[in-house]
């Protein structure tokens, strides 16, 4: 973040489009699970990835639905219902208070969901169940790749 460098760096899902709708089966009118992501090799130097998932149309302001930080290098995607997470990953806690996805239930119209990953060249200390503003804080100290 301070620095940024912004590089190609690609993150994809088989479970829907760029700028397309999240399926029922991703949501809380569905099964409620985590969708199935796959990303590009990250720069190198790259010693940690951040996931971010959020909203930006809430009612209440951004929502944060998925928060990990600190998943390895190595790692080049997520299953769909990913229940055990790469070894050394950590879960931040979402606007619901848990640590774990919470897909979209927009209570009013369709939303925009960001899924944004990020690649950092050092660990984030942080305990799990750290909030997105405390993990942006640290992604914010901490070096960036370049």
Same mark, same amino acid.
């Given at each position: 973040?301070?620095?940024?460098?912004?590089?190609?760096? *690609?993150?994809?899902?088989?479970?829907?489009? =760029?700028?397309?709708? *999240? #399926?029922?089966?991703?949501? %809380?009118?569905?099964? &409620?699970?985590?969708?199935?992501?796959?990303?590009?090799?990250?720069?190198?130097?790259?010693?940690?990835?951040?996931?971010?998932?959020? &909203?930006?149309? =809430? #009612?209440?302001?951004?929502?944060?639905?998925? *928060?990990?930080?600190?998943?390895?290098? @190595?790692?080049?995607?997520?299953? @769909?219902?990913?229940? =055990?997470?790469?070894?050394?990953?950590?879960?931040?806690?979402?606007?619901?208070?848990?640590? !774990? $996805?919470?897909?979209? %239930? #927009?209570?009013?119209?369709?939303?925009? $969901?960001?899924?944004?990953? $990020?690649?950092? &060249?050092? !660990?984030?200390?942080?305990?799990?169940?750290?909030?997105?503003? @405390?993990? @942006?804080?640290?992604?914010?100290? =901490?070096?960036?790749?370049?």
């Amino acid at each position: 973040m301070k620095g940024e460098l912004i590089m190609a760096f *690609i993150i994809t899902s088989t479970a829907f489009t =760029a700028s397309g709708l *999240i #399926p029922a089966k991703f949501t %809380c009118d569905g099964a &409620d699970v985590s969708p199935a992501l796959q990303w590009s090799a990250p720069p190198a130097g790259t010693q940690s990835l951040a996931l971010i998932m959020d &909203d930006p149309d =809430a #009612p209440v302001g951004n929502w944060d639905h998925w *928060i990990l930080f600190n998943l390895p290098t @190595e790692t080049k995607g997520l299953v @769909e219902g990913v229940k =055990a997470l790469p070894t050394g990953t950590q879960d931040g806690k979402n606007s619901w208070g848990h640590t !774990r $996805y919470g897909g979209p %239930c #927009p209570p009013d119209r369709e939303h925009r $969901y960001f899924f944004k990953l $990020y690649a950092l &060249d050092s !660990r984030l200390t942080l305990k799990s169940g750290a909030s997105k503003k @405390e993990v @942006e804080a640290a992604m914010e100290n =901490a070096p960036t790749v370049s």
